[in-house]
């Protein structure tokens, strides 16, 4: 496709629920990065992928996060039993390659409110 | 442990002022330098990116940015702010000894750009 696209845009979700997100990376990207943007703060690192590999899953939060990828292509974000400190805006992001030198591209993002 | 610093919240200026949003960072090793910008309800948008060779690194919408190695700065700066440049902007850096894409991102900085 044409950007990184990320789905649902929003989810509201009952304490307690299991919710899975989804991203769409750019056609082709073999990089695709997970972070969590809370109300009013930074981003923060979740998880990356090379290909269907995460190397990198030192940002989960807790065991009831999880991702996966398949076919070097779509990745899904499952949080089990949500809680409320799980509500924010969970951000996509491809790059061409893992390389230091290359960009990122980010979705528009998935709002996630636990209630 | 790599880290960024965007020592200002918010940055306030008038319409055709030149702007400096600040950006410190630490890496060990060569740091590759990022700047984002996030409009409302959007994702990020990539803005610039440092890699090697010229300090002054020009890229989208007229913006640029400095690499100043002894300051280890890298500070976003425009020449004649707009309005529409009112947004929210985030500095990344990655580091050369890393083996990891991770892009590690400072707090935002929200610009605030008054007709």
């Known amino acids: 496709g044409a950007g990184v696209s990320q789905s649902p845009s929003n989810k509201v979700t009952e304490k307690g629920k299991d919710v899975e997100l989804r991203c769409d990376p750019i056609s082709g990207h073999t990089a695709l990065y997970w972070y969590r943007q809370r109300l009013g703060q930074g981003l923060e690192f979740l998880i990356y992928f090379q290909g269907n590999s995460a190397p990198d899953k030192s940002g989960l939060p807790s065991d009831r996060f999880s991702a996966e990828r398949t076919g070097e292509s779509v990745s899904t974000l499952t949080i089990q039993r949500t809680q409320q400190e799980d509500s924010a805006v969970y951000l996509c992001?491809?790059?061409?390659?893992?390389?230091?030198?290359?960009?990122?591209?980010f979705g528009q993002g998935t709002r996630l409110t636990v209630v | 442990a790599q880290s960024v610093a965007q020592p200002e919240d918010q940055v306030n200026v008038a319409e055709g002022n030149p702007l400096t949003v600040k950006c410190t960072y630490s890496?060990?090793?060569?740091?590759?330098l990022f700047w984002y910008v996030q409009y409302p309800n959007r994702g990020l948008q990539f803005l610039l990116k440092?890699?090697?060779?010229?300090?002054l690194v020009k890229g989208s919408y007229g913006f640029e940015a400095e690499f100043n190695k002894s300051q280890t700065s890298f500070h976003l700066k425009k020449p004649s702010a707009l309005v529409s440049d009112s947004a929210l902007y985030f500095c990344?850096?990655?580091?050369?000894?890393?083996?990891?894409?991770?892009?590690?991102f400072g707090q935002g900085t929200t610009l605030q750009v008054k007709p």
């Open positions: 992001a491809s790059s061409l390659y893992v390389s230091v030198n290359t960009e990122a591209f």
């Open positions: 890496v060990s090793g060569n740091p590759y």
């Open positions: 990344a850096v990655r580091s050369g000894s890393s083996n990891t894409g991770k892009l590690i």
């Open positions: 440092y890699i090697t060779g010229d300090n």
